[in-house]
T-cell receptor
Framework: KNEVEQSPQNLTAQEGEFITINCSYS?????LHWLQQHPGGGIVSLFM???GKKKHGRLIATINIQEKHSSLHITASHPRDSAVYIC??????????FGAGTILRVKS | DTAVSQTPKYLVTQMGNDKSIKCEQN?????MYWYKQDSKKFLKIMFS???????INETVPNRFSPKSPDKAHLNLHINSLELGDSAVYFC?????????????FGEGSWLTVV
């Protein structure tokens, strides 16, 4: 079992829908990253958080350290949001451990 | 200007060859990384350097040797390439470790061993 579990693995949504991607982890961490990988392969950092909630445009990320859970929300989804969303936790020792990713497709 | 640039982007080579992938960052960051993304798209840390010093060395065959001539460069040399080395290799950097700092990734190097 992977230390970082993401759900769902695949998600198809209609344009405009509210989307939630979940990340659960089983180890102690110092921070958590949400990453976006586009079909071309490039990886972009969306959020780094260690507590609470962060918002950037239509994206919102939350983390509950006690429950070892984080969520990434996309409001008013758009086809250009189609990508793989990856949760990665920072284990003590400063090592990133990645989830398997959630493949999101937003249809117009 | 690309913040983290790696070359080559695509590399097709035969088994047994030795190849290098180069990485440079112009962000002034202290920490650089190599990650491997396998055929199932799963990312895993290989190496991490902080100011030219190796700080993370995961269970990677010793055919893989990172070299950091200065803190802006981290190159990956692979000896005696095997079919299983086929993957996408990502270089990345951050100001100082991955806790509390944004990570910047290169565009990836697609390595195919035939």
């Amino acid at each position: 079992k992977n230390e970082v579990e993401q759900s769902p693995q695949n998600l198809t949504a209609q344009e405009g829908e509210f989307i939630t991607i979940n990340c659960s982890y089983s180890v102690g961490i110092s921070a958590l990253h949400w990453l976006q990988q586009h079909p071309g392969g490039g990886i972009v950092s969306l959020f780094m958080l260690s507590s609470g909630k962060k918002k950037h445009g239509r994206l919102i990320a939350t983390i509950n350290i006690q429950e070892k859970h984080s969520s990434l929300h996309i409001t008013a989804s758009h086809p250009r949001d189609s990508a793989v969303y990856i949760c990665a936790v920072v284990e003590y020792g400063n090592k990133l451990v990645f989830g398997a990713g959630t493949i999101l497709r937003v249809k117009s | 200007d690309t913040a983290v640039s790696q070359t080559p982007k695509y590399l097709v080579t035969q088994m047994g060859n030795d190849k290098s992938i180069k990485c440079e960052q112009n962000l002034g960051h202290d920490t650089m990384y190599w990650y491997k993304q396998d055929s199932k798209k799963f990312l895993k840390i290989m190496f991490s350097y902080n100011n030219k010093e190796l700080i993370i060395n995961e269970t990677v065959p010793n055919r893989f040797s990172p070299k950091s001539p200065d803190k802006a460069h981290l190159n990956l040399h692979i000896n005696s390439l095997e079919l299983g080395d086929s993957a996408v290799y990502f270089c990345a950097s951050s100001q100082d470790g991955v806790s509390g700092n944004t990570i910047y990734f290169g565009e990836g190097s697609w390595l195919t061993v035939v």
